[in-house]
C-alpha cells in the first residue's frame, strides 16, 4: 500500500481533486472528516460531474462514493486482490479503525505480484507437467539444484486433475536447457524453456 496518503475534504471543489490528483499522480483519494474517513472519490467520479461542475457548484461530497469498500492494514494481500478484482474497483483506502493509513491500487499489487513473482530478475523458466506422481515436485526441485540453479517462484496453472497442471518453475540464470534434459530423463514432460 502507499503509506503516503493524500486526502480531501467533502467540500472542496472538483477542480481541487483534479490538481492533487495531477500533482501526485494518483487516481483515487479518500475523502477525510478530520482524520476519520467519510468517502472515497476516483478519477472517473470527478470526469461524470466535471461538465456539470461548470455550470453549478459541485462539491466531492455531491460525487463520492459514501461508505466505500475498505481494507484493513493487517488483511493479506491475496485477500485485497480479490475485494478489488470482485467489485472490479481500481483501488481501496487502508482503515485503521477510522482513520486513513494507506491506499492499496491494483497498481500497487501488481507491482508485489511481479516482485514476488522474480520478473524483473534475471531468470530462466521451464514449464512442466509433473503428473501425478508422489512426490514429484521434490524430485524436480533437487535435480535443479544439483545443476547449481535455485527456484524464485512458482506458478501452477491447469485443471483439477493434478496430472495435467502445468508447472511455471522461475529459476535463477542457469543452463536451463540441461536442466530441462534432466527433467525429461526423470520421466516429466517439459513443454517450454525459456533462458
Excluded at 470527478?46 to 461548470?54: H, P, T
Aim: aromatic content about 4%.
Amino acid at each position: 500500500m502507499s503509506k503516503k496518503v493524500v486526502t480531501i475534504s467533502p467540500e472542496a471543489g472538483l477542480q481541487e481533486a483534479i490538481e492533487l490528483m495531477r500533482r501526485h499522480s494518483i487516481r483515487h483519494l479518500p475523502v477525510v472528516k478530520g482524520e476519520e474517513l467519510i468517502g472515497w472519490v476516483s478519477e472517473a467520479d470527478i470526469r461524470g460531474a466535471y461538465l456539470a461542475s461548470l455550470i453549478e457548484d459541485i462539491r466531492i461530497k455531491d460525487v463520492m462514493i459514501k461508505d466505500p469498500i475498505r481494507v484493513d492494514p493487517d488483511d493479506s494481500l491475496e485477500e485485497a486482490a480479490k475485494i478489488l478484482y470482485r467489485h472490479g474497483i481500481g483501488g481501496v483506502p487502508v482503515v485503521e479503525g477510522k482513520k486513513v493509513v494507506g491506499v492499496l491500487t491494483v497498481r500497487d499489487i501488481m507491482a508485489a505480484f511481479i516482485e514476488l513473482m522474480g520478473f524483473l530478475r534475471e531468470s530462466s523458466r521451464i514449464d512442466v507437467i509433473l503428473g501425478g506422481k508422489p512426490h514429484a515436485f521434490q524430485e524436480v526441485s533437487e535435480i535443479i539444484r544439483r545443476h547449481g540453479a535455485e527456484i524464485i517462484s512458482v506458478g501452477i496453472s491447469g485443471p483439477e486433475d493434478k496430472s495435467k497442471r502445468v508447472y511455471f518453475l522461475r529459476l535463477t540464470k542457469c543452463d536451463v536447457r540441461s536442466i530441462a534434459k534432466d527433467i525429461e530423463q526423470a520421466g516429466y514432460r517439459v513443454l517450454s524453456v525459456i533462458e
